[in-house]
């Protein structure tokens, strides 16, 4: 009998061992969620997954370069590409999820071209959201930028602004806040439906399949081909998980895969 009950605790000790545990730091919505549904399928494979949510874009890549965490999924390739720039950091994608539509929205006014001379539009502070953000406003025409195609663009970049707008930057994800206080403000999706807006429905105007901005899986480069990552991709791009965002998000979640 002793026999048999140290050779159970000897499998058991090694189940547990042989366990890869694979820590990911998300945004809220849908990162989270969409991680959270894999979690299952991951834990058959031997995959522990453990999900920190942050909210925020900065500490979710200093945590990962800092190997504090594993991974992360909250960003696109242009701010990655930024923030590697900016910080001396070497991140880099692993899978392609799913886009979500930067929106312009407001509480005041149905379109845009309601928007009066002088009216306050606030966009996302860091440098490849605000640029976004802009490129959106020119090509539904209330601006022209002096690049159409400068995704860092600014609002020093602004060559027209006949309705005189008056721009103010805030941290991305405190701008559903001050909604009601400005009468546009552009907002990141994840950000929007935690607000419990409703893209589809309550953008002014929206991002199109054409954006470049696609949300990705994100590690450091030592461990972007170990196997609980590899596990991990697989199943971010699995036909239950594009089920799940399609029917979850009613198309303000796109898969891009």
Not at 105 to 128: F, H, M, Q, R, W
Not at 143 to 169: C, P, Q
Not at 236 to 251: C, D, M, Q, R
Request: hydrophobic share 45%.
């Amino acid at each position: 009998m002793k026999k048999l009950i140290a050779a159970v605790a000897a499998v058991a000790a090694f189940s547990v061992h042989a366990a890869d545990t694979l820590t990911v730091a998300a945004s809220p919505v849908p990162h989270a969620e969409i991680l959270e549904f894999v979690k299952p399928a991951l834990a058959k494979e031997g995959v522990d997954l453990k999900v920190k949510v942050f909210t925020d874009y900065i500490q979710p890549n200093v945590q990962v370069a800092e190997k504090r965490l594993d991974a992360n999924f909250f960003q696109h390739q242009p701010y990655l590409t930024e923030f590697n720039k900016a910080k001396g950091t070497n991140l880099i994608s692993v899978a392609a999820v799913h886009l979500e539509p930067l929106g312009a929205y407001s509480s005041k006014y149905k379109k845009l071209d309601e928007l009066p001379n002088g009216a306050t539009v606030v966009i996302p502070n860091d440098a490849t959201n605000g640029g976004r953000a802009l490129l959106l406003l020119d090509k539904a025409g209330l601006i022209k930028l002096k690049d159409s195609t400068n995704i860092l663009s600014t609002v020093k970049d602004i060559n027209e602004n006949t309705k005189g707008l008056k721009f103010r930057e805030l941290e991305a994800a405190t701008i559903p806040r001050v909604l009601t206080q400005v009468d546009l403000a552009l907002i990141n999706t994840n950000y929007a439906l935690e607000a419990k807006l409703n893209p589809e429905k309550d953008a002014l105007v929206i991002e199109g399949s054409d954006s470049p901005y696609v949300n990705i899986l994100v590690a450091r480069p030592d461990d972007k081909d170990s196997d609980a990552m590899k596990k991990l991709a697989a199943a971010l791009h699995s036909p239950e998980v594009k089920a799940f965002i399609n029917e979850k998000y009613k198309g303000a979640i796109v898969p891009a895969f």
